[in-house]
């Protein structure tokens, strides 16, 4: 997520954000969404992977973030390589 797009998140929202990033990017086939909602603050999103590729030896996603504050819409996208680790760094 872009700062600006964080920053109007609380603790809460960006850890669920996180959760559907790391769900989506890991076990999603390409268009499948994963959706996180978090009733108190009443923010919400999607991360959907569009398409997978290697690059140096390494798994790539492509993907679109869809993401709901104070019921306006922000749309993003990006490209995310698994690291040896197993976590999902975003490369652009």
């Not at 798994?59 to 709901?68: A, P």
Request: glycine content about 10%; hydrophobic content about 25%.
């Amino acid at each position: 997520m872009g700062q600006s797009i964080g920053s109007q998140l609380d603790e809460l929202d960006r850890q669920m954000a996180q959760s559907a990033y790391n769900e989506a990017l890991e076990y999603n086939r390409s268009d499948v969404s994963t959706e996180w909602a978090n009733p108190d603050s009443g923010n919400s999103g999607s991360f959907t992977p569009t398409r997978t590729y290697t690059m140096s030896g390494r798994y790539c996603r492509e993907y679109t973030q869809e993401i709901i504050i104070g019921g306006q819409k922000k749309m993003g996208y990006g490209t995310a390589c698994r690291q040896p680790d197993g976590n999902w760094e975003i490369v652009s």
